[in-house]
């Protein structure tokens, strides 16, 4: 299985951080469900008393994917868009069996959230491992972005695939 155009043209081994002003992050829900979110508290004042910061037109990362539909076709013939969407269904399924909860929609509504567009954007790993964290901004918020997926490579050292890597990407 080979890759996606999209998944194709992305350099991999240089893919930016999320923007610096993401420095928190919460659990939207229980601590094993998976539903992470960046915050930027900076846009978030931002937002509370009207103000445009620069801040907020920076990007996410590299754009992948622009919805669950393109990435599921893409997963059809690309084996990191399969992955991706693997994770990304865990992700699904987690937030479907959240919205069942009341104190969970409860503080969704409180805290005008809504969740992730799913609009997909990829950004280096913080944890300084190899791979890429895949993340969507809010539906409602800028100062929220949701982690879809976190990817990390591990191979041995005799794996052809850091090879097969670099030739995709060049």
């Known amino acids: 299985m080979g890759l996606c155009s999209v998944c194709y043209s ?5 893919l930016p951080s999320l923007p610096a002003h993401y420095e928190a992050y919460h659990l939207a829900w229980k601590n094993d469900s998976g539903l992470l979110a960046f915050v930027s508290p900076r846009l978030g004042e931002a937002r509370k008393t009207g103000q445009d910061i ?9 754009a992948h994917h622009q919805s669950i539909a393109e990435l599921t076709a893409a997963a059809q013939n690309c ?15 987690a937030r479907t069996e959240a ?3 009341e104190v969970f929609t409860y503080y969704q509504k ?8 799913y609009r997909m ?6 944890d300084d491992c190899e791979g890429f964290l895949v993340i969507s901004p809010d539906v409602v918020t800028s100062a929220e972005v ?3 997926a976190a990817v990390g490579f591990c ?16």
């Open 10 to 14: 992305i350099d991999f081994s240089n």
């Open 54 to 62: 620069e801040e907020s037109s920076q990007p996410l990362g590299v």
């Open 79 to 93: 084996s990191i868009c399969r992955l991706v969407e693997r994770e990304v269904s865990g992700h699904l399924a």
């Open 99 to 101: 919205e069942k909860d």
């Open 110 to 117: 409180k805290r005008n959230r809504n969740g992730p567009d």
């Open 121 to 126: 954007w990829l950004a280096k790993r913080r």
């Open 146 to 148: 949701w982690i879809l």
């Open 155 to 170: 191979v041995e050292g005799n794996s052809p695939l850091p090879k097969r890597l670099e030739e995709a990407n060049m």
